[in-house]
C-alpha cells in the first residue's frame, strides 16, 4: 500500500516473530485467554459458571471475529467492550460471564505485561546468538596483536579477541539486566477499577480468600508465578519504564561495538560483510561503507532516546490512573522492542561476517610498535653497559626525530635505524629486531580472554544451547 504512512520499523527493520508479538492478532487473542483464565479460575472457586460455558469459550478462543467488533466499536467507541460483545456472539450461552467482576485494564495491561514478556524472551534469543557468534570471533583472534587506543591515540597493543570480549563484557552485563527484568515480571492480576478487587469482594460475598485466590489462578493459568501485590486500575507504568531501560541499555552497547567497526573499517583493518553486489555510493563506485554499523547506531540513537516516554509517563500517573499513557504505551513500547530486534539482527549479520585484515593490522601496529618498545630497548642498553637517564634522554631524542620523520616528512618510523647508528646504546639493529616480537607487548591479553570466555561466557551459552543457532537476514 502506498499511499499511507508505513512504519519503517514493520518494513524494512523489525523480524516478522516480533511483528507478530506486537499485532493486534497476539493481542485480541491473548485478551481472550485472559477472559477464560477469569471465567475458569471463578468458576473453580465457586461461581455459578458451568463446564459448558468455559468450553464454548475455548472453541472459540482464536478464531475472533473482527468485523463484528468492528462494527461494534463504531458505535459504543470502546474497544474491549466490543470485543466482549463480539465474543458473546461466538459464544452464546457463555456470553453472561464474559469479563465477569473485570475493568478494560484487566484484558489491556495483563496483555500489556504478557506480550513485553514474550517480546522480551525474543530479545534474549538473539542476544544469546549474538553473544554466541562474537565469543567464537573473540576466541580466534584471541592471541592476534593489534595496536589499541586511547582516546583514539595509538597506545599499547592489545589483540582483536581482548577487543571483542570489551562488546562481549557490555552484552553480558545487558543479558544479566535481561535476566533479573524477566524473573521478576508479574501480572497486573484481577485489581477492579481502582485496585481495591471492591467488584471481585462483592462476586465472592466477602471472601477475601478466593479473591486472593483468584488471582493467584489466573496467573498461573498465564504462566506467571505473581502478581502486582498493590495496584491502582493499572499496573504501575514504572514497569514499562524498567523494560525500555533494558532495552535501552542493549541499544548502548551495539551501539558501542558499531562505532568501533565503523572506526576499524575506516581503518582497513576490520570489515562488516559487505556484499558482491552492493553499492557504497552512488557517486564513488569504489567506496564500501558500513552501512549496517551505521543503521545499528541509528537505531541505537532512536531507542535510547524513546526510553524517556515511560519514564516521564510514570512520572505524571495521577492518583490510581489517568489515560494519558494509553497513546505514548501504544507507541513507545511496541517501536522500542521492534527497533531492538532489528538491531540484534543486524549485529549477528555483522558479526557473523566480519572479515579481518591481518596485514593490514600488523603493518599499522609495526609502525608504531618502536616507540612501544623504548622501554624494552633502554632495558636492553642497560644491561649492554649504558647509563639508565642517559639512555631515557637519548630514547626521548631519537624519538621526537622519528616523529617528525613521520608527521612532518612522510616517511617510515625509522626509530630503531636511529638507536642502531647511535653508538651510546652498543645496539645493532638485528638485536633491536628481537624487540620487535608484537605478542611481547600484549600482556594477559590472550589469558584474559580464554579465561573470561571460559568463567563468564560459555556457562551461560552451554545453559541456553538449545536457543542458539540462529541467523539474521536483513531486508535492506
Known amino acids: 500500500m502506498t499511499d499511507k504512512y508505513v512504519s519503517p520499523l514493520s518494513e524494512r527493520y523489525a523480524s516478522r516473530e516480533m511483528q507478530y508479538i506486537f499485532s493486534p492478532d497476539m493481542k485480541f487473542k491473548t485478551w481472550r485467554k485472559l477472559w477464560i483464565a477469569l471465567a475458569e479460575s471463578e468458576m473453580e472457586l465457586g461461581l455459578n459458571i458451568t463446564q459448558e460455558q468455559i468450553d464454548e469459550l475455548k472453541a472459540n478462543a482464536e478464531n475472533i471475529n473482527y468485523e463484528d467488533a468492528k462494527e461494534r466499536e463504531k458505535l459504543v467507541r470502546h474497544d474491549v467492550m466490543s470485543h466482549v460483545y463480539a465474543y458473546g456472539l461466538q459464544c452464546p450461552k457463555a456470553k453472561g460471564i464474559i469479563h465477569l467482576g473485570a475493568t478494560s485494564c484487566y484484558v489491556g495491561d495483563n496483555t500489556d505485561i504478557i506480550i513485553m514478556t514474550e517480546g522480551l524472551r525474543l530479545v534474549r534469543k538473539k542476544l544469546l546468538n549474538v553473544i554466541n557468534e562474537l565469543s567464537k570471533f573473540a576466541e580466534q583472534y584471541k592471541a592476534t596483536p593489534t595496536l589499541a587506543f586511547t582516546h583514539f591515540q595509538p597506545a599499547q597493543p592489545t589483540t582483536v579477541g581482548k577487543r571483542a570480549t570489551l562488546w562481549l563484557m557490555e ?39 478466593k479473591v486472593k485466590e483468584l488471582e493467584e489462578k489466573i496467573a498461573q493459568k498465564m504462566g506467571f508465578e505473581k502478581c502486582f501485590p498493590v495496584s491502582g486500575q493499572t499496573y504501575s507504568r514504572k514497569m514499562d519504564t524498567r523494560v525500555l531501560n533494558v532495552l535501552s ?14 572506526l576499524l573499517q575506516h581503518l582497513k583493518e576490520i570489515e562488516e560483510p559487505f556484499e558482491k553486489n552492493q553499492i557504497g555510493s552512488s557517486a564513488m563506485a569504489y567506496k564500501r561503507n558500513p552501512m549496517r554499523s ?155 580472554v580464554e579465561e573470561f570466555l571460559n568463567e563468564e561466557i560459555k556457562p551461560v551459552l552451554e545453559v541456553n544451547k538449545e536457543l542458539l543457532g540462529i541467523s539474521a537476514t536483513i531486508n535492506v
Open 294 to 448: 551505521e543503521r545499528i547506531a541509528s537505531l541505537a540513537n532512536y531507542v535510547m532516546v524513546t526510553a524517556l516516554n515511560p519514564a516521564i509517563t510514570s512520572a505524571t500517573q495521577w492518583f490510581e490512573r489517568t489515560l494519558d499513557d494509553s497513546a505514548n504505551k501504544r507507541l513507545s513500547v511496541p517501536e522500542s522492542f521492534l527497533a531492538v530486534d532489528g538491531i540484534l539482527d543486524l549485529y549477528l549479520n555483522v558479526v557473523d561476517g566480519l572479515v579481518v585484515y591481518d596485514k593490514v593490522i600488523t603493518k599499522r601496529l609495526m609502525s608504531e610498535l618502536p616507540f612501544m618498545a623504548t622501554e624494552n630497548i633502554m632495558m636492553d642498553a642497560v644491561k649492554a653497559g649504558g647509563d639508565r637517564q642517559e639512555m631515557h634522554e637519548k630514547i626521548r631524542e631519537l624519538s621526537m626525530q622519528a616523529g617528525a620523520n613521520v608527521k612532518q616528512k612522510g616517511l617510515d618510523n625509522n626509530l630503531l635505524e636511529l638507536i642502531a647508528a647511535d653508538e651510546a646504546f652498543n645496539l645493532s639493529e638485528e638485536d633491536l629486531q628481537k624487540t620487535m616480537d608484537p605478542s611481547k607487548y600484549v600482556g594477559r591479553a590472550p589469558q584474559q
Open 249 to 262: 541499555g542493549i541499544a548502548a552497547s551495539a551501539h558501542k561495538f558499531s562505532n568501533d567497526i565503523r
Open 171 to 209: 552484552l553480558k552485563l545487558d543479558l544479566d539486566d535481561l535476566d533479573y527484568l524477566l524473573d521478576h515480571m508479574m501480572l497486573l492480576g484481577s485489581k477492579g477499577t481502582t485496585g481495591t478487587q471492591a467488584s471481585f469482594l462483592e462476586l465472592f460475598e466477602g471472601d477475601h480468600k
